[in-house]
Every structure is written in C-alpha cells, then in structure tokens.
C-alpha cells in the first residue's frame, strides 16, 4: 500500500497531543475533518492506531509503533525535499549531527572559514537514538556518543565523556566529593530501560522531584546545570567514547575534507 503522508502527520499530531482537539488547533483544520482522516488512515492500515474514550486518546501496541517510526519518515521526507530544494538552486549543504552535551561549533566555523560556499546547518540527536538522523537522511555527518548502532557507519573515535551521578541537591549522598558505583548499589536510578524519558528536560526534572538518580556523560550535566541539582564523578563507572560518524555510502569530497577539520578540532579540544 502507499502510505498517506499528509494522515500520518494527522496521526502524529494526535499522538503527541494525546487529543484530537489540541492536534485539530495545531493542524488548522477542524476536529471532525481531523478525526475523520486519522480513523481513514486505521481502515487503510487495517490495524487500530489509538484507543479512545470519552475523557482521553492512548496509543495502541501498534501505535505506539507507528509513532516510533513515523517521526524518523517525516523528517527523512523533510530533508529529501530540503536536497531538491537545495539542487535546484545550486546550494552545497552540509548537516551536522549532535549528541547532547557535545559541541561542535568550533569544527563547524572552521570548516566554513575553508569552504564559505557550503551551507552549514545542524540538528540535535534524541540521547536514545543518536544514529536517526545519519540513516533517515537529514545529516552527513554526527558528533556522537557512543553507544548506537554502528552497521554502514564509518566512525573515528574523538575523546571519552566521564559518567556522573545526577541527584537532588538535598540528597544524602550530594555533599560527597565523588562516589563509587557501591554507594549508589541501594539508590533508585533513573536510567532506561527501568524508565525512558522522552528528553533529557524531563528526566533532569524527575531527578529534581526525587524520582531518582541518573549516571549522566558529564558535558549533558554541565549543559543543563540548574541550582537544585548536583552531579558527583562515580570513580569506577566507565566513560563514555565519543567518535565521529558518516555513512559508509556517503564519501564525497566535501564530507572527506570536513572529517578531517573536524578530527582535528573536536580532537584539539
């Protein structure tokens, strides 16, 4: 079957919203039209894709499913369009990916001190997910953390990202110098696959209502440092292997030459 782009978008903006109401205003289109085409796009599927009651909408099994995959569709159709877009009137684009917490600006401003013609961009990695944006086409290349699936990537290890312990400030453990995994053997931790949060925003703001600790890579603690949190070295928690990344098809000269400024910047630093 074809699939609908324009009812997966619908469906998509449901399941964010959990409601046809707040998805409709999103959309500007009208809640009948909206729940109209989202039950359509079921019938076309042959599976039911949410769960509805008079007070809330839940996804299925296979909604859930379909959620998963249909943000990864989007954004590959997104980036297709933005490529013939970007032929038809002459622009080179190169699009960096990034692991949260890694900076990667200073490899950025010197590749494009080399090569001003090349339009630079970048995009953020879901923490969980960091190789999407390589497989679905919207980046040529990623500063990443490890670990991802590494099948068709071609990856140059960069540095290490030391694991810290993330915790309330007013935790017992907080006033320590650093800790050991031993000390945090009795303490709830906050770490997938016991609980996945869907951004680092969310997971820091349940470590700060006492949901638990997480081991976090030290840069994302520093990025998202606030007062009621503090994060301790844990001095026998392994650290994290930073690394470049490309596809394995995608070895074009401009690539090539932003590898090498970028092995030698991200590595400088």
């Not at 042959?46 to 809330?56: K, N, P």
């Not at 081991?215 to 292997?241: I, N």
Request: net charge negative; with cysteine.
């Amino acid at each position: 079957m074809d699939l609908d782009l324009r009812k997966l978008r619908y469906f998509v903006a449901v399941a964010e919203h959990r409601h046809f109401g707040r998805a409709a205003e999103q959309l500007y289109i009208t809640q009948p039209v909206l729940s109209r085409q989202v039950r359509a796009f079921e019938q076309e599927l042959g599976c039911d894709l949410l769960a509805r009651t008079t007070r809330s909408v839940e996804l299925t099994a296979a909604g859930k499913q379909l959620y998963e995959e249909a943000r990864g569709l989007l954004a590959g159709v997104g980036a297709a369009v933005q490529r013939v877009h970007d032929v038809d009137r002459g622009v080179q684009r190169l699009v960096v990916a990034f692991s949260p917490g890694l900076h990667v600006s200073d490899a950025i401003r010197a590749f494009a001190s080399r090569y001003p013609q090349v339009e630079t961009d970048v995009v953020p990695v879901r923490w969980w997910e960091p190789d999407a944006p390589l497989r679905d086409g919207r980046a040529q290349a990623g500063y990443l953390r490890r670990p991802f699936d590494e099948s068709g990537l071609h990856t140059i290890p960069i540095g290490h990202d030391p694991r810290v312990a993330c915790m309330p400030a007013a935790h017992p453990l907080a006033c320590r110098d650093e800790l050991t995994s031993a000390d945090l053997a009795d303490e709830g931790m906050l770490d997938a696959p016991r609980r996945r949060t869907s951004s680092l925003e969310e997971k820091f703001e349940l470590i700060a209502s006492g949901h638990g600790i997480a081991l976090v890579p030290l840069s994302v603690a520093r990025s998202y440092s606030r007062p009621d949190l503090v994060h301790l070295p844990v001095t026998d928690a392994p650290e994290f292997d930073t690394c470049l990344a490309v596809r394995t098809d995608r070895r074009d000269r401009v690539l090539r030459d932003f590898q090498e400024i970028a092995i030698a910047t991200l590595r400088g630093a």
